[in-house]
């Protein structure tokens, strides 16, 4: 006899071995749809998680961070299917989760442009509709230190970081948005748990964290998702770009920038300028804040 013990505390007997799926299934059909992953001893594994003993599962859905970032590496292998069905020659390099989306690595034969992204979208999009599995080809084990794995996504298969949705359905609410690089390009997109999400995101930022390289990348996305929390319309550059680049194209579009360096991730504060190049200096997030969400109002 398994016993699963859930988050609310309370226990399920199973009289076999049975995966983190039917866990959710046997909760309720809905929770299973809605699964991207799961939790077993507080360890993110794949719904195909053979669970073989007592535990503590829980399961991850797109509306918790996990899930989001789970949703967005899923898409970075989506994407690396879709550019080799479209160019075969292409050799992959890398992808994942980052920030609000996600990216791939690609050495092509010739430099693609941003024109040509909305051909590679369409065939995401088609790969999505299909409902493609996505199946890690050895299975796991909670205790596992392995940071890459083999997955494969329909007749695909590629090392990458896991866990990854089930299956390409739960993908819908995604763009592509960016590409930089010369012989060796990335990809950028952004993928979200629903359309209103996506559509939310599109919307002009009011302000926008910029990373000096990549060394800052989780501290400027925790900064954004401190302005949200707040309220504030923030979104983040966090793609592998000059920092000069990144506030010359945004200082046209969006009100505020945030620049973070490492003397910033160290001190736990920003660099804030505005669009127009006014030089606001050093600011800790509760002063940005203060400076731009809505004045106050108190009563007499």
Not at 10 to 30: H, K, M, N
Not at 54 to 71: K, N, Y
Request: include cysteine.
């Amino acid at each position: 006899m398994i016993h699963i013990t859930l988050p609310d505390g309370s226990l399920r007997e199973y009289d076999q071995p049975l995966t983190v799926y039917e866990v959710a299934a046997s909760i309720s059909l809905g929770l299973a749809n809605a699964a991207v992953a799961g939790r077993v001893d507080g360890v993110l594994v794949d719904c195909g998680f053979l669970i073989e003993g007592d535990a503590r599962v829980s399961i991850v859905t797109p509306q918790e961070p996990d899930g989001l970032e789970i949703l967005r590496r899923s898409c970075a292998l989506m994407l690396a299917m879709s550019v080799k069905q479209l160019h075969p020659n292409a050799q992959l390099r890398a992808g994942s989760s980052l920030g609000d989306g996600f990216f791939y690595e690609f050495a092509f034969q010739r430099s693609l442009t941003l024109a040509e992204l909305p051909v590679i979208e369409a065939r995401m999009r088609a790969l999505a509709a299909t409902n493609h599995s996505i199946r890690r080809a050895t299975a796991p084990r909670a205790t596992s230190t392995e940071r890459l794995s083999l997955y494969r996504l329909g007749d695909f298969e590629s090392f990458a970081e896991g866990p990854h949705v089930p299956a390409t359905k739960v993908l819908q609410a995604f763009t592509l948005d960016h590409i930089s690089g010369t012989s060796q390009q990335r990809i950028y997109g952004t993928c979200w748990s629903s359309q209103q999400e996506l559509d939310t995101w599109r919307a002009p930022p009011q302000v926008m964290v910029v990373n000096i390289d990549e060394r800052q990348t989780a501290y400027a996305h925790s900064v954004t998702q401190a302005l949200r929390r707040r309220e504030l319309r923030a979104n983040s550059d966090l793609r592998n770009e000059k920092i000069s680049h990144k506030i010359r194209q945004h200082s046209q579009k969006v009100p505020y920038l945030l620049v973070v360096g490492e003397k910033e991730k160290e001190g736990g504060f920003v660099s804030m300028r505005s669009g127009s190049g006014e030089d606001f200096g050093e600011k800790g997030i509760e002063a940005v804040c203060e400076l731009l969400g809505p004045p106050k109002t108190g009563g007499v």
